[in-house]
């Protein structure tokens, strides 16, 4: 190989090695992406709820334990409910996908206007709790309404939030 030639090699090489430590040392972070709200997990459960239940005739819809609402829970985050129905005028119960029962509990936050109720279900840690399985299972909690839903929407207010 003729000197030029190893010279020109050798230009090449160094160049090529130099534009990969520029490419890696001028590169940025990528933007974090925005979230609707901190405390949302990345989890469709709503999806996850509507895909077991058109499994399954609607009759044997998967529906979930009902839980009493928790007053201390750590780690709280919202979950989307799958599926609601009215218990009663003032009580409709959400059906949620949430970890095992020991471990984590339900909360709920509800506004009422004229033409919607919009509710959110709220998971997290109960009290005392040092260590969770990771399992998932179908919950529900029943939440308490000042008027009957009637022709209100219902809708996730956790969407909002």
Do not use: K
Not at 12 to 21: I, P
Not at 62 to 82: A, C, I, K, M, N
Not at 94 to 111: A, I, K, P, S, T
Not at 133 to 155: F, K, Q, S, W
């Amino acid at each position: 190989m003729s000197a030029s030639r190893t010279r020109h090699s050798a230009m090449v090489a160094v160049a090529a090695a130099g534009g990969l430590l520029i490419t890696a040392c001028g590169s940025e972070e990528p933007t974090p992406q925005h979230s609707t709200s901190p405390t949302h997990d990345d989890i469709d459960w709503a999806e996850a709820y509507q895909q077991s239940a058109q499994q399954t005739p609607e009759d044997d819809w998967p529906r979930g334990d009902v839980q009493e609402p928790v007053e201390t829970l750590f780690s709280r985050h919202y979950v989307e409910w799958g599926d609601y129905e009215e218990v009663d005028d003032e009580v409709s119960r959400f059906f949620v996908v949430m970890g095992n029962f020991d471990c984590h509990g339900l909360q709920y936050r509800v506004e009422e206007t004229q033409d919607e109720v919009a509710v959110a279900v709220i998971t997290g840690t109960r009290e005392g709790v040092n260590e969770c399985t990771e399992e998932a299972v179908l919950g529900a909690i029943d939440v308490e309404l000042e008027n009957p839903v009637g022709v209100r929407d219902v809708v996730d207010l956790s969407q909002r939030l």
